[in-house]
C-alpha cells in the first residue's frame, strides 16, 4: 500500500497548468451531461484508444454517477490493454524495462541501446539517449527521478529523468563484476566493479566507496531483498555458479553467502527480474529456470534461502467463484470488449503451458509475479505461495486475446486486485496491461456514489493514466484542469494518513 500512497501524492502534488481565471466546475444538470458525453466518448474510444478510453471514462466518474457511466467503467472492469507507449520502430526492441514510482515512470533500453523514460500517464517519452553498444543492464531509481544502463564493455550512464540530460558516466572492467542498483532512497547507485560492489552518492557523484566482492567476476547482478533480522534491506548479488552474496549497505558489511540449490554444474548467467521497490522475494532466472528468491536470517543460525521454482506452479486457474481478496469475477456480462482485448478471458492453463524456460519474472509488493510462457506468447500472472489465493492466468497481449513475442517485462503492485506491467514486444511496442478487476458479481457495480467511486479509485492505481491538457480543453473546455484521479488519491491519501 505505500507505494500507492507514493503514487497518489505525486499526482496530488502535480500542479494545474494552463487552467483559465474564467474556467469554473460544473454544478447540476450541467455535470451530469457533461459525465455522460464523456462516458459515451469512452466507449466510443473502446478497443480503439485505450488510455483515451480509461481516461474519459475516469473523469466521467469524477462527475457522476449514471448508468452510462457505470457503462464505461463496466468496459474497463477486467484485465485490458491501458495503453501503447510512444516508440520508434527503428529503436528496436525494448528487452530491458523498469518501472517506479507506483507505475508512473516506466525506463527501457533497446536492443540498440536507445534508453527511453517514459510518463506512464500519457505515454510520451521524456527522456531519449543513446548508449555506444547494447545495453545489458538498466535501473530505476525508487522515485523514479534517475535512470542508469550499461554496457558489456563498461561503459556506465545516468541520467536525470526530470531534464532528461546526462548527470553522471563512468566505466568499469569489462571482465569484473557487473549489476547495477539504486538503493531503497535512491541516494546512491551500486554497480559491480572489478573484484568489488562500488557505491556512488547519486547527488555529488563524486568519490566512491567500495565494498570487496571477490573473486572479480563473481557477481553478475544486483537486488534488494527485505530480511526480517535486518533494519534495512540486504543487498543480494548472485554469481554465475547461483551463489547469493549478502551486504548491508548501510553498515558497508558483508554477510555470509548463502548458496541456490538445483543449479547447473557449469557456471551459468543468473539475473534478477525487475522490481518497483524492496520485496521479500525477487525473481531470478539461470540456467533456464526461473524462481523466486529471498534469505531469512534467524537470531541464532545460518541464513536460510528461500526458493520458489516457478517451472512447477499449480495448473488450477482463479476459481471466479470463490471471492478470494485478489478480485475475483465471472467472465460474463456488459463489458465493451474491444480489439485490445479488454473484456477477454485468460487462455485456459495447461502444465504444456506454463512456465519453464522464461524471462526473469517480475514480483510486486502484493505478493505477485508476472513473467511470460516458455515461447515468451503470453504472459503469466500468479501469486505467489505467500498469496493464499495462487491462481495462475494466461493473457494475450494481441488483440482479442492473441499472442505476442514478448521480449521484455516490468510490473508493480496496483492494488489487491492485479498487479500491472509493462511489455516490450519482439516488433518493438512497449504495451501497458492492467491485470487489476473489479470484483463481480459479488460486488456489481451500481449507478451511486459508493460504488463508482471506489471503482474509480480502482482504475487510478489500477491505470495511471490521465488526458493531457490539449485533450481536457477539447473535451471539458470551460473546466478547471484537475483530473478526477487527482482528486480520489488525494482523498484517499487523507484518509489512509487519518
Not at 527485505?226 to 558489511?253: C, H, I, M
Not at 456480462?333 to 504444456?352: F, M, N, Q, R, W
Not at 517485462?409 to 498487479?419: F, T, V
Amino acid at each position: 500500500m505505500t507505494a500507492l500512497v507514493v503514487f497518489g501524492s505525486l499526482l496530488a502534488g502535480c500542479d494545474a497548468p494552463g487552467t483559465d481565471a474564467k474556467d469554473s466546475e460544473p454544478r447540476g444538470a450541467a455535470r451530469e451531461a457533461l459525465s455522460v458525453r464523456l462516458a459515451e466518448r469512452s466507449l466510443k474510444a473502446a478497443g480503439q484508444e485505450p488510455r483515451l478510453a480509461t481516461a474519459l471514462a475516469q473523469e466521467a466518474a469524477g462527475l457522476g454517477h449514471g448508468e452510462k457511466v457505470v457503462a464505461a467503467l463496466n468496459a474497463l472492469a477486467l484485465p485490458h490493454l491501458v495503453l501503447p507507449l510512444s516508440t520508434d520502430p527503428a529503436d528496436g526492441a525494448f528487452g530491458l524495462l523498469r518501472v517506479a514510482s507506483g507505475g508512473r515512470v516506466v525506463a527501457g533500453v533497446s536492443d540498440a541501446g536507445v534508453v527511453v523514460v517514459w510518463d506512464a500517464y500519457t505515454g510520451k517519452p521524456v527522456l531519449r539517449d543513446r548508449l555506444p553498444a547494447a545495453a545489458t543492464e538498466l535501473a530505476l531509481s525508487p522515485s523514479g527521478t534517475l535512470a542508469a544502463a550499461a554496457t558489456a564493455a563498461g561503459d556506465v550512464r545516468v541520467w536525470s529523468t526530470g531534464t532528461g540530460k546526462e548527470v553522471a558516466r563512468f566505466t568499469r572492467p569489462a571482465d569484473g563484476n557487473t549489476g547495477l542498483a539504486f538503493d531503497i532512497e535512491g541516494a546512491h547507485l551500486l554497480s559491480g566493479s572489478g573484484a568489488a560492489i562500488e557505491i556512488r552518492d547519486t547527488n555529488i557523484w563524486t568519490g566512491t566507496d567500495r565494498m570487496p566482492a571477490e573473486p572479480a567476476g563473481s557477481v553478475r547482478d544486483l537486488a534488494f531483498v527485505w530480511d526480517s533480522a535486518f533494519a534495512e534491506p540486504t543487498l543480494l548479488a548472485v554469481s554465475n555458479g547461483g551463489v547469493l552474496q549478502r551486504f548491508l549497505v548501510g553498515q558497508r558489511k558483508q554477510l555470509d553467502g548463502v548458496p541456490l540449490t538445483k543449479v547447473s554444474r557449469e557456471p551459468v548467467p543468473h539475473r534478477f527480474g525487475p522490481t518497483a521497490g524492496v520485496q521479500r522475494l525477487v525473481g531470478l532466472t539461470g540456467a533456464g529456470r526461473s524462481r523466486l528468491v529471498g534469505v531469512d536470517t534467524a537470531p541464532h543460525g545460518p541464513p536460510v534461502v528461500r526458493e520458489e521454482f516457478l517451472d512447477s506452479v499449480g495448473t488450477e486457474p482463479r476459481d471466479p467463484m470463490e471471492g478470494d481478496g485478489a478480485g475475483s469475477d465471472e467472465y460474463e456480462g456488459d463489458t465493451e470488449g474491444g480489439t485490445d482485448g479488454t473484456g477477454s478471458s485468460p487462455a485456459p492453463v495447461t502444465p504444456e503451458s506454463l512456465p519453464g524456460e522464461v524471462l526473469t519474472p517480475s514480483v510486486t509488493q502484493d505478493d505477485k509475479w508476472v513473467a511470460s510462457t516458455s515461447d515468451r506468447s503470453q504472459a503469466v500472472v500468479r501469486g505467489t505461495k505467500e498469496d493464499t489465493s495462487a491462481y495462475t492466468e494466461l493473457w494475450g497481449l494481441g488483440p482479442g486475446g492473441k499472442p505476442e513475442s514478448i521480449k521484455g517485462l516490468a510490473a508493480w503492485d496496483s492494488g489487491n486486485d492485479g498487479p500491472t506491467a509493462a511489455f516490450g514486444l519482439d516488433d518493438g511496442r512497449v504495451l501497458l496491461w492492467t491485470f487489476s478487476r473489479r470484483r463481480y458479481p459479488e460486488n456489481p457495480l451500481r449507478p451511486e456514489a459508493v460504488s463508482v467511486d471506489s471503482e474509480l479509485l480502482r482504475l487510478c492505481f489500477a491505470a495511471p493514466v490521465e488526458l493531457d491538457e490539449p485533450e481536457w480543453r477539447k473535451y471539458l473546455p470551460g473546466v478547471p484542469y484537475k483530473p478526477a484521479c487527482r482528486a480520489a488519491l488525494e482523498k484517499f491519501n487523507k484518509g489512509y494518513g487519518d
